[in-house]
């Protein structure tokens, strides 16, 4: 069964940094691309950043471009987000997800259950 | 970002009736199009990959259509457990999600 289980959420000033993790179980991990979505409670999907099998080709959103960075561990079968510079309406749940090929440029075929993410003061 | 718009925002239909969302993409996708089913406290289902080749488990009543930069989702007789929101996703160029639409009970 896949699994993908996010940890890293909580709350932070504007301005500051936050690592949110990915543990991926129950596939070859290193045979697929990652990415992260978020959503706002209520609100609609929004894609962040996908990396590619091997970590070589990664991709952002414009909101979260120069911010944000995405890696993989496949030895720990691993996802990362690096979150600098956070503001306000980087508010949201941040799903971790499963991309349905080994390439950032495909549909999504699983997702973790999120992990909240507030920027307040 | 490739800016991807959906209609209606809201659908409300009856169970029995025929449901059809609309996906509209500022510039051509090509056939790199997704649509997912999101229920309320639920996190999103892949129904559509590829403009039109249903996700492993979907039903027979989802079927996607479309090329280049208009692209439709219909639901054949709609069911009780298929009200929810609806997102359309493009993967051509960099990643983007429509803004989705609300499948309502009539």
């Known amino acids: 069964e896949v699994q993908l289980v996010e940890s890293g959420g909580g709350v932070v000033r504007p301005g500051g940094s936050l690592r949110l993790s990915c543990a991926a179980s129950g596939f070859t991990f290193d045979d697929y691309g990652m990415t992260w979505v978020r959503q706002v409670p209520g609100k609609g999907l929004e894609w962040v950043a996908g990396i590619n099998w091997n970590g070589g080709s990664t991709h952002y959103g414009d909101s979260v471009k120069g911010r944000f960075t995405i890696s993989r561990d496949n030895a720990r079968n691993s996802l990362f987000l690096q979150m600098d510079s956070l503001r306000g309406d980087d508010t949201a749940f941040y799903f971790c997800?499963?991309?349905?090929?080994?390439?950032?440029?495909?549909?999504?075929?699983?997702w973790g259950q999120g992990t909240l993410v507030t920027v307040s003061s | 970002e490739r800016l991807m718009t959906q209609s209606p925002a809201t659908l409300s239909v009856s169970p029995g009736e025929r449901a059809t969302l609309s996906c509209r993409a500022r510039?051509?996708?090509?056939?790199?199009l997704a649509w997912y089913q999101q229920k309320p406290g639920q996190t999103p289902r892949l129904l559509i990959y590829?403009?039109?080749t249903r996700a492993t488990g979907v039903p027979a009543r989802f079927s996607g259509s479309g090329s280049g930069t208009e692209f439709t989702l219909t639901i054949s007789t709609l069911q009780s457990e298929d009200f929810g929101f609806y997102y359309c996703?493009?993967?051509?160029?960099?990643?983007?999600f429509g803004g989705g639409t609300n499948v309502d009970f009539k």
């Open positions: 510039q051509s996708v090509g056939g790199s």
């Open positions: 996703q493009q993967y051509n160029d960099s990643v983007t």
């Open positions: 590829d403009v039109s």
């Open positions: 997800a499963r991309l349905i090929a080994w390439d950032v440029r495909h549909g999504i075929d699983y």
